[in-house]
């Protein structure tokens, strides 16, 4: 029997508590920031239902969206426009001091909004979020504290994808399984399959990962303390929990220093509202040297100058073109859905939880394992059915083939 849109949407939330924050195994007070006015179908108190109903004491949420964050760049007087107010540095600190969760919910509801807007502001609105959310920005990097993400239709999404909400809905129910009544189940099996991809990945030892496909000629090191992680990640206090749902990547941090040539982006991406296409990038000496794009060449600039490190790579991942969001062929405009049928790397902070003892190091530690530190994270997506990626060790030697036409080979299916 097929489920009712309510059941699909109650199964959504439930998904986004239970394996996303991993209430599963421990129920914590909820913080929801919601990235947009905008709340389809009442989603947010559903949420909220769903989080008392499994024993939540309390529910708090933060809304922020790009129309007021538009006008107050367009606006406020220079010293001002990238303002954030103390509350949100008191609320990052009191999620902290509460063990709390935060779930993020993202509806893409700046396309657009953004395009009349100096690149050189919005481009640095997301650093100044990350600042102003310290200490909690530092201990999700770490993988330290619970958290995740989960996309939400909006009125500029839907338009964009030519899709009315309900649609979009829909779809999103079926990347993530909450269409289904063992949603849970399917979550855990996707769990399974890339935790058993990373153990093979840290068995194998690679030192290198070459890329290679039309338009792309890249190396990628990484550091001797890299290890892969994929689906569920483990707080310090043992709490399983999934950043991203739907995920089907699996990654390790790079070392910057060792990222060589030339590569292509395979989908459009959407950088703070405009939208970067063909985009082709050189590295010598881990650091972005030149690259052209057809359009959204400015957003593109401003963000890898957002701060010095910012053209450097702070994430490498692996995602086969077998992946359930493969099969769409278009892009969805969504850094998340899109990362999750590409294999893609991210300018800026790295994941110092994909470093052994990386979650306990200092700042001076992680630099010298080469693990990028920024004030921004974004994702771009390098493969197709072109790509093959190679794996070295760290004498040069080839160790495996591990993806052919962009799908897994051999042990790693």
């Known amino acids: 029997m097929s489920l009712s849109f309510e059941q ?65 760049m ?17 609320g990052a600190k009191r999620i902290i001091e509460r063990d709390g969760a935060r779930i993020a919910l993202n509806g893409n509801g700046d396309l657009g909004v953004m395009d009349d807007v100096d690149s050189k502001y919005s481009s640095r609105l997301k650093s100044a979020f990350m ?161 052209s794009a057809s359009s959204g060449a400015e957003a593109f600039s401003s963000l890898i100058s957002t701060d010095n490190t910012a053209c450097q790579l702070g994430e490498i991942a692996l995602v086969s073109m077998a992946s359930p969001l493969s099969k769409y062929a278009f892009p969805h405009f969504c850094g998340m859905l899109d990362e999750n049928k590409r294999c893609h790397l991210a300018f800026g902070e790295g994941y110092p939880a994909a470093l052994e003892s990386g979650n306990i190091a200092t700042s001076e530690e992680l630099s010298e394992m080469g693990c990028n530190e920024s004030d921004i994270h974004h994702d771009m997506m390098i493969s197709d059915e072109t790509t093959s990626i190679f794996a070295y060790d760290s004498e040069g030697n080839r160790l495996a083939q591990l993806m052919q036409s962009g799908h897994w080979l051999n042990e790693f299916l």
């Not at 439930?14 to 989603?43: A, C, T, V, W």
């Not at 367009?74 to 008191?90: H, Q, S």
């Open 8 to 72: 699909k949407l109650r199964n959504y939330a439930r998904l986004g508590l239970l394996h996303g924050l991993g209430m599963d195994q421990k129920i914590r007070p909820l913080y929801i920031e919601s990235y947009q006015i905008e709340d389809h179908d009442n989603f947010i108190p559903i949420m909220a239902e769903e989080a008392y109903k499994i024993g939540v004491e309390t529910v708090d949420v933060r809304y922020r969206y790009p129309e007021l964050e538009r006008a107050m």
């Open 74 to 90: 367009r606006g406020a007087p220079e010293n001002f426009k990238l303002y954030f107010p103390e509350w949100i540095t008191d």
């Open 131 to 291: 600042k102003a959310n310290e200490p909690y920005s530092s201990l999700r990097m770490k993988m330290l504290r619970p958290w995740s993400i989960l996309d939400v239709p909006t009125i500029a999404w839907a338009n964009k994808l030519g899709m009315t909400i309900a649609e979009l809905w829909e779809f999103l129910f079926s990347v993530t399984g909450a269409d289904i009544e063992k949603s849970m189940k399917f979550a855990q099996d996707t769990n399974n399959e890339l935790h058993r991809r990373c153990d093979l990945l840290d068995r194998l030892g690679v030192a290198t990962l070459h890329f290679v496909g039309v338009g792309t000629d890249l190396k990628v090191g990484l550091s001797p303390r890299a290890k892969w992680l994929g689906g569920r990640k483990q707080s310090e206090d043992g709490t399983w929990f999934e950043p991203n749902w739907p995920s089907f990547e699996v990654f390790p941090t790079p070392d910057w220093r060792n990222t060589e040539g030339v590569v292509s982006m395979t989908l459009p991406s959407v950088i703070n509202g405009p939208i970067v296409e063909n985009l082709k990038v050189w590295f010598s000496n881990g650091r972005v040297v030149d690259f």
